[in-house]
């Protein structure tokens, strides 16, 4: 997988987060627990970019250490979304996948890049 290619997946995703919000109930926990969801999923590709822009390996592992942790923070409010009741579990398997899946990802990245400096 290239840069492009993951710059791309990562807005997709933060689209999806998007979408997600806007379908959820309009109840004030649905809407909490959904601005957290909005804001940690839509911040990974804006903060992987800045990883790609990055001057040094540090600076790169550090960034994408961020990433990571707003991926993290992701997929706990998606889980707190399901067991709470607010979105079936069937309708974000496909987006809790893409989260373990970009986890994945930017671990293998952070680790390859400890792994050369």
Known sequence: MNEFDLKVRTKVFALRIIKLFNSLPKSSDAQVIGKQVLRSGTSIGAQYREACRSRSTSE????????????????????????GGFVKAERLAELQDETEQL????????KTARSRK
């Open 103 to 110: 986890t994945a990802i930017f671990v293998s990245s952070i």
């Open 60 to 83: 790169f592992i550090s960034k994408m250490m961020s990433s990571l942790q707003e991926l993290d923070e992701t997929a706990y409010w998606l889980e707190l979304l399901v067991e």
